[in-house]
């Protein structure tokens, strides 16, 4: 066997182990990260707010803006449509279950974290109206903004949105306060 043969083999031999280790080692921890950060965007805790700064918008009129800003929010999975009624700043935002297939306290916690998040990112975005197979939710900016307790423009920033919002939906009792103030209902 010549010395190119040999050269020829050893490349081969180095290929198929290169790909072997990307196929069996590097591709199954890229989608481990990936399914492991999918899966805290459904959580309210560790949603990764910052990413949704791509959603600012001036106007709820933007429907492309605002479907793609709940689509990267808590619950987006189970997202029905929408409806927008300008005359009342509303967006009404669809979702195909019943609000008993979860715990109350989570289903608060998401409702109030989506809401303020709308408001942060949607400038005139009034009214948030969640409705789900049994019921409906209207959550609206005055409220959210008292009890947060400042401006909502103010919480782009990912620091002050965890010290003015994810900080105070962590234990039951104030995500339970947090929810009676902000909906309208």
């Not at 918008?57 to 449509?81: C, I, K, R, T, V």
């Not at 297939?101 to 109206?129: C, G, Q, S, T």
């Not at 002050?160 to 009792?173: G, I, Q």
Request: charged share 20%; glycine share 4%.
């Amino acid at each position: 066997m010549t010395g190119k043969n040999k050269w020829i083999i050893a490349l081969v031999m180095l290929g198929i182990f290169g790909v072997i280790v990307v196929e069996g080692v590097v591709n199954p921890r890229i989608e481990a990260k990936q399914a492991q950060y999918e899966a805290e965007q459904q959580d309210p805790l560790t949603h990764d707010f910052a990413a949704l700064a791509g959603y600012r918008s001036a106007y709820m009129g933007d429907f492309s803006n605002l479907s793609h800003l709940n689509q990267a929010l808590p619950l987006s999975e189970q997202l029905n449509g929408y409806q927008l009624y300008p005359e009342t700043l509303t967006a009404q935002i669809n979702y195909r279950m019943n609000t008993s297939d979860m715990k109350p306290e989570e289903l608060e916690r998401i409702l109030v974290y989506n809401a303020a998040a709308n408001f942060v990112w949607i400038d005139n975005l009034e009214h948030v109206l969640y409705t789900f197979e049994n019921i409906q939710y209207t959550l609206s900016r005055e409220a959210a903004q008292q009890w947060v307790g400042t401006e909502l423009k103010t919480l782009q920033e990912p620091g002050e949105w965890d010290s003015a919002v994810r900080k105070k939906l962590v234990e039951p009792m104030q995500v339970k306060e947090a929810f009676s103030q902000i909906v309208d209902n």
